[in-house]
């Protein structure tokens, strides 16, 4: 279904009333500064809002302007950001913050090919940056405004499909307002969140029921289509817990390309948990560790990293001699949470260190 040029206006009308009324008052609303904008839409990418709220506001107060954070070690960048998971976005956000110093004086451009030259800039936080900073009418398509429009459409099929994006862009064209287009996007977005619900729509509630063809179908929540799922992959990983004392040794990343950059302890995947405990052995060799007896498994735990769910075993091992190996660092217990560490290194250290 498409709709008439009156529709789009009418549309347009009672969704930016209704947001006028009815939008939450999220942090990063209160703020027309394109620095704070760019920092949450990244900050939103793949996280909910709720998870977010608290690391924007320690973020920008650690970081308060594009300077502040271009001038900051990355690890200091990573500590805040540790925790919310996809940490290249952290590092994309550092890299593009010098290099919006070096190139624009610490301004964000008012140019949408400019802003993608970017690190870690794509089509949606360029459309993001110029229509909720700057008003410029860039239309923003994310998971639930597809959904909306999926719906208002009744629009068979997926965000995999070139044939929905294209449809569902073709409709956002029409109904984006030249007027207001920040308001819009995020009236759209916000519909989604709060009304237009993946599994539950509250269409009594929602201020464009009047147009909704998925609404008039009876059974709205059948729009969109359900994306194929990746099947969840079983892993085993064998974590070395290496002490001296008040002190354990650290490296980073995680290896098979996971959580490059923060902290963890030295660690292997396997299939089965023996495969894992030999990789870890191989691995620990690799650094030049004399090969140490690691038996017993003192801290057990499940962690999920994207489609991965994986069986944790911690083996400790006492080392008697500091020694200093390319990779490797040494941390203080005492300190460990402060650091920029994983969230499963995290989770292994209140295991296995809250028991003195
Ligand atoms: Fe979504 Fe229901 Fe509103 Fe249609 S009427 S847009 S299905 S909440």
């Known amino acids: 279904m498409r709709f008439s040029r009156q529709d789009e206006a009418a549309i347009r009308r009672a969704l930016l009333a209704w947001f006028r009324r009815n939008a939450r008052p999220l942090p990063w609303r209160k703020s027309a500064d394109p620095y704070a904008i760019w920092v949450s839409e990244v900050m939103l990418q793949q996280t909910q809002v709720g998870t977010v709220m608290p690391y924007y506001q320690r973020f920008l107060e650690a970081f308060p302007t594009v300077a502040d954070l271009a001038r900051a070690p990355l690890e200091r960048v990573l500590e805040f950001w540790s925790g919310l998971g996809y940490y290249r976005r952290a590092r994309h956000l550092h890299q593009a913050a010098k290099e919006l110093v070096r190139r624009f004086g610490g301004a964000f451009p008012r140019d949408y090919k400019q802003l993608r030259s970017l690190p870690g800039i794509g089509d949606y936080t360029a459309r993001a940056i110029m229509s909720i900073a700057f008003d410029l009418p860039y239309t923003l398509r994310d998971g639930n405004v597809a959904r909306v429009l999926s719906r208002l459409m009744a629009l068979q099929g997926n965000l995999h499909q070139l044939g929905f994006r ?24 916000e519909l989604g969140q709060t009304l237009c619900l993946p599994r539950v729509p509250r269409c009594a509630a929602c201020p464009v029921q009047h147009w909704c063809w998925g609404y008039k179908s009876g059974q709205p929540q059948v729009f969109p289509q359900p994306r194929p799922r990746r099947a969840v992959e079983s892993r085993y990983l064998a974590a070395a817990i290496l002490r001296q004392g008040r002190r354990v040794v650290m490296v980073r990343g995680l290896g098979e390309g996971l959580l490059d950059g923060l902290w963890n302890f030295p660690a292997a995947f396997g299939r089965s948990r023996a495969e894992a405990l030999a990789s870890l052995r191989h691995k620990l060799a690799g650094f030049g560790i004399p090969p140490l007896a690691l038996h017993h498994s003192i801290a057990e735990l499940r962690h999920g990293i994207t489609y991965r769910s994986i069986r944790v075993h911690a ?5 008697s001699n500091s020694f200093r190996k390319k990779g490797l ?3 203080s217990v005492s300190t460990l949470q402060r650091a920029a560490i994983s969230q499963l290194a995290r989770k292994i250290a209140r295991q296995v260190f809250s028991r003195g």
């Open 166 to 189: 294209r449809a569902v862009e073709a409709q956002l064209g029409g109904l984006l307002s030249p007027r207001r287009p920040g308001h819009f996007n995020q009236a759209l977005m």
């Open 329 to 331: 660092r040494w941390f």
């Open 315 to 319: 083996y400790p091992a006492e080392i």
